[in-house]
């Protein structure tokens, strides 16, 4: 009778004793993350509930914030017309940047993919424009798309061709920042996700493919897209994220100008915030932005289940 009677207590301790281990186990977990939990309330969470606080208000720095409701955002939707045409150079840079760069990184993945030799010294040389700091590269680049005594239009003149105006032409200005973009993105992190990628997938298919006839297209096409459809959609994602948040080199080289041309979104919102102190309206800019990421991104999701093959996945 005792040893039934122990049986069960002895088993209530081991379980007590095991969740006193978990909790001492849960309470070091918490005990280690708590730097990134502190500096997340801190530095993000707690600025993003103030910025959607100020948003709701007029706000601008000198007196205290004065409670307007939506009026910022019916202002931004109606009577801002700044906010329309940097939100329509911010679409027209994205649309044209993001299918360039991505495709140039994985044309420039797969080149050197390859096994051939000095392909690591060459990895390397892409990679440097990605390591200068964007303020420099915007300097250095500004230079170089001087009108009179810039390098790309005195190449140009070496040619016979008469060179645009570039970053002070109201038509040329975007099309010279993604050039400068290009520049430091397709060598870049994009790249070596892509290089990742590439080396992920099996030489078995390719073998299997060859023996049945396929060539180099056909491979590319039937088995490196397919199989690296992941990468591309992480790539897809960032690169969305990264060029709707263009400002830095707008801001370094034109400034938004000639003509408002490069008004980016990002500059919209950092003028009014910093030049003219409208903090709330400001806040409300940034959160509008904030939506429009969160719709692309899930779009992309939503999307992305009828493009992008996980290998191993099973789909019904």
Do not use: C
Not at 199 to 225: C, H, K, M, P, V
């Amino acid at each position: 009778m005792a040893e039934r009677l122990a049986g069960p207590a002895a088993g209530t301790g081991a379980r007590h004793e095991l969740s006193a281990l978990r909790r001492r186990e849960a309470l070091l977990g918490y005990l280690w993350i708590s730097p990134w939990i502190l500096g997340f309330l801190l530095f993000t969470a707690g600025p993003m509930v103030a910025s959607l606080y100020l948003s709701l208000t007029n706000y601008n720095i000198v007196s205290p914030p004065q409670f307007i409701g939506l009026s910022n955002f019916r202002i931004a939707f109606t009577k801002d017309e700044l906010f329309w045409r940097s939100l329509g150079r911010t679409f027209y840079y994205a649309g044209v940047a993001i299918p360039l760069s991505i495709g140039g990184s994985l044309f420039a993945a797969v080149l050197l993919n390859q096994s051939l030799k000095g392909s690591t010294l060459f990895r390397t040389f892409f990679f440097l424009p990605h390591l200068t700091p964007v303020v420099a590269s915007a300097i250095l680049w500004k230079w170089i798309f001087h009108p009179q005594a810039g390098l790309f239009n005195f190449l140009l003149g070496k040619v016979g061709i008469a060179g645009p105006l570039w970053l002070a032409s109201p038509t040329w200005a975007i099309p010279a920042l993604i050039i400068m973009m290009l520049w430091g993105a397709i060598g870049g992190n994009r790249m070596l996700i892509f290089l990742a990628g590439l080396q992920g997938i099996s030489q078995e298919l390719y073998e299997a493919a060859e023996i049945d006839g396929a060539g180099l297209w056909g491979r590319f096409i039937n088995i490196t897209l397919p199989m690296l459809t992941p990468t591309i959609f992480f790539n897809l994602v960032l690169g969305v994220i990264g060029a709707l948040s263009v400002f830095t080199p707008a801001f370094v080289t034109t400034k938004g100008g000639p003509s408002y041309a490069t008004w980016f979104y990002g500059l919209h919102i950092y003028f009014n915030a910093f030049q003219f102190f409208n903090l709330g309206y400001a806040s409300a800019l940034a959160w509008i932005f904030f939506m429009v990421l969160l719709t692309f991104t899930y779009i992309q999701f939503r999307s992305s289940i009828h493009w992008v093959y996980y290998e191993g996945e099973v789909k019904g």
